[in-house]
């Protein structure tokens, strides 16, 4: 009786003496995926944010250039972006344009180019502007909106056919579209 007493005190001497380290372990990862999922949630929000600007902004392009030609008046700051049709701002790649790369427009729409599940968003699809091994996303391709001497970058045109200018980072090229939040959205999309 003494020996299994004995036998009995001394294995609960060695696993009472032992640090928990599978409990820390487990509390360390979880804390590490917490602050992952906060810094996606934060990047995901950011994103948004950038595309918002990007819509709004290119709007009021569409809008403001319709009223130089005396078409519509000029979009107001405060207004809410459409999502009809009328307002679809398209974007064609390739060297003469003809390749539709996708819409600037509501991502849960299949053919936005902020989908990142859609044809037109996802960084594995080849007609796809994220797509760092495509020719419309690559940084050596003259056909890239990421490429920062590509010279036949891709086009937004309205669903009107009017065009508004080329997405690229490309600051030689007079028909770039200039607007801060285009310059954003493509430096966020191009440096991911």
């Known amino acids: ?3 299994l007493h004995m ?5 609960c001497l060695t696993s009472c003496s032992r640090p928990p380290e599978p409990a820390v372990a487990s509390r360390q990862t979880e804390a590490e995926r917490d602050q992952a999922e906060r810094d996606q949630v934060e990047l995901n929000r950011r994103r948004l944010q950038l595309e918002e600007r990007l819509l709004v902004d290119l709007r009021q392009l569409r809008e403001s250039r319709q009223a130089s030609t005396g078409a519509v008046e000029p979009a107001r700051q405060d207004e809410a972006v459409a999502t009809t049709a009328e307002y679809d701002l398209l974007v064609f790649g390739g060297p003469i344009h003809d390749a539709f790369l996708g819409c600037l427009c509501d991502e849960s729409r299949p053919d936005s180019v ?3 599940r859609g044809e ?10 994220r ?3 495509s020719v419309y996303g690559s940084n050596h391709d003259d056909t890239s909106a990421c490429n920062e001497r590509a010279t036949h970058p891709p086009l937004v045109v309205t669903s ?3 065009s508004l200018g080329l997405l690229t980072v490309n600051p030689e090229l007079k028909r770039r579209i200039t ?3 285009v310059a954003d959205w493509l430096g ?4 991911e």
């Open 179 to 181: 607007a801060s939040s």
């Open 1 to 3: 009786m003494r020996v």
């Open 120 to 129: 037109h968003g996802s960084d594995l699809s080849p007609m796809s502007m």
């Open 7 to 11: 036998a009995l005190s001394v294995a």
């Open 188 to 191: 966020h999309m191009c440096g």
């Open 160 to 162: 009107d056919g009017k």
């Open 131 to 133: 797509n760092k091994f």
């Open 114 to 116: 902020f989908n990142m």
